[in-house]
């Protein structure tokens, strides 16, 4: 599958078939967010498999309310936990590089999305949960100090097909020059 296309097609999955994800294809997955790009390389990302139903419950229980992935915990055979480790990325030396001080949430956003794209390329399914209790979901994951729970993915065969939602047009969100410059369309 062409990247374009993935990224195109790729839409957040909430409903999951029973049928299990390979080893094959996890390991796929799993080497897309190996391969995602960090500040200097510095990879500030742990990876927790869940399948165990029982643990898939306790971290199901810390979604926020409504949360409308709660189904997919429950039907995905695999979630996949993305942990960063602070104080490693946006740094040089001892002191953080830039104003945005610690990289680690946009560094692990890169390796989610890889891990996204991969899934769809195989014909699987992932949504991105972050609306979930963080603190409790590191005491059942053991997550010790220094390391934070970013995300969720609940990985599986999708049930369905979502359909896209609407995107902006690129004349609302680029412009050339200066952030009130010309719209893209206009020209340069």
Known sequence: ????????????????????????????????????????????????????????????????????????????????????????????????????????????????QNIALAAHSLGLGTVHVGAIDHKKAGTILGVPEGFEVVEILPLGHPAFDPKAPPRKELKEFVTYETFSGKTWGEGA
């Open 1 to 112: 599958m062409n990247v374009l296309d993935a990224i195109r097609a790729r839409r957040s999955v909430r409903r999951f078939t029973e049928e299990a994800v390979s080893g094959e294809a996890l390991t796929k997955v799993l080497e897309a967010a190996r391969w995602a790009p960090s500040w200097t390389n510095v990879q500030p990302w742990k990876i927790i498999i869940v399948t165990d139903t029982a643990e898939k419950q306790a971290l199901k229980e810390t979604l926020m309310p409504k949360n409308p992935a709660a189904k997919g915990f429950d039907q995905a055979p695999v979630l996949l936990v993305l942990i960063g480790e602070r104080g490693k990325s946006g740094q040089y030396g001892d002191s953080f590089a830039t104003d945005k001080g610690d990289w680690y949430m946009f560094d692990l956003g890169i390796a989610a």
